[in-house]
């Protein structure tokens, strides 16, 4: 990873930052199977700050640091475990993109509105692709529920997902044949219409490396479509540290909407349009009130995802997630 500022402006707050012309690597320090970053993962900026401390809510109980970059204004958790150390931190029942649990109302919400938003999401991948049908590529599948709908809708459609308990009930539960997220690097270049990323961008370790092989496996004029949550949303900005979309340390980056286009700039993509989630809001609101107060406020909670979706009516880029639409 190289790092250039030659003829790029930047926001005064770096000045005092000291940067480097000189070609160097991004030093991501391994420290007991741990990642500290020194440059900013996405757009190699040294000016980094420190802003948050983040409990992981769902498994270890772990403190995490996130820091912001100055430049692009990604945040992003530091120390996170390596590729090979952070698998146990997904092994809980509460990590229901891979369970498939019901347990609790919060899960069983979850379940009901995913049932509603997988059909808009393909209407979205056809209206966007202006396809009835075509080659769809899902990465991070989950249990299948996405590629079971496209396949129903008549696409020749493939599932990638890292996680082999996902992948048997996927199995089970529809019949998938999901592939090892290993084959990813396989798949042949300019192949596919659509790719979709449903709240999976946040969890690639080697963000530019994954995003530069996206272009790869996308046709001339096929679409790219990265939903991640977006911590520049009012929700986020309530909940602060207890916001449950950082996540961490399953949630490497923190996306900001600034943050995604200077990504896909660097890697010859370009952001179409912005598409909110406007069910994340509530979702997330009631998990984080959870963290926050030790059981979920529905009212308050209620409260703060509603407002949060009516300043975003007036900027999508202001939704608590947003679907980010990205064609070469």
């Given at each position: ?19 480097t012309?000189?070609?160097v ?45 100055q ?77 079971k ?94 916001w ?24 010859g ?24 107060n ?22 999508n ?12």
């Amino acid at each position: 990873m190289f790092q250039s500022y030659k003829n790029v402006p930047r926001p005064a707050e770096c000045d005092s930052f000291h940067f480097t012309l000189l070609p160097v690597f991004n030093s991501a320090l391994m420290m007991n199977k741990r990642i500290h970053y020194t440059l900013c993962p996405v757009c190699d900026s040294a000016a980094l700050k420190n802003v948050l401390q983040v409990k992981d809510h769902t498994v270890s109980g772990e403190l995490f640091t996130v820091a912001e970059c100055q430049f692009c204004t990604l945040r992003f958790t530091q120390d996170v475990p390596d590729e090979n150390a952070i698998a146990p931190y997904y092994k809980s029942e509460e990590y229901i993109s891979h369970t498939n649990t019901a347990k609790g109302f919060i899960n069983r919400l979850y379940h009901s509105v995913r049932k509603r938003t997988i059909v808009k999401k393909g209407k979205l991948v056809e209206d966007e692709t202006a396809l009835k049908k075509g080659k769809m590529l899902d990465v991070g599948s989950g249990i299948g529920s996405f590629v079971k709908e496209m396949k129903q809708n008549g696409w020749d459609a493939t599932g990638l997902e890292p996680d082999a308990d996902a992948r048997k009930i996927a199995k089970e539960l529809y019949g998938l044949e999901l592939g090892d997220i290993t084959k990813f690097y396989q798949l042949p270049d300019d192949y596919f219409d659509a790719i979709t990323l449903w709240h999976v961008l946040e969890h690639v370790h080697d963000l530019p490396k994954y995003v530069q092989q996206l272009k790869n496996l996308l046709k001339e004029k096929g679409k790219l479509f990265v939903a991640v949550p977006n911590y520049t949303a009012a929700d986020a900005d309530n909940y602060n540290e207890y916001w449950a979309a950082y996540d961490v340390p399953r949630h490497l980056y923190h996306f900001s909407p600034k943050s995604i286009e200077v990504l896909m700039k660097k890697n010859g993509l370009q952001v179409l349009k912005y598409k909110p989630m406007w069910y994340d809001s509530f979702y997330i609101s009631l998990l984080s009130s959870k963290y926050k107060n030790g059981k979920a406020g529905w009212l308050s909670a209620s409260w703060n995802g509603l407002r949060s979706n009516l300043v975003a009516l007036a900027d999508n880029k202001k939704c608590s997630s947003v679907i980010y639409v990205i064609g070469k």
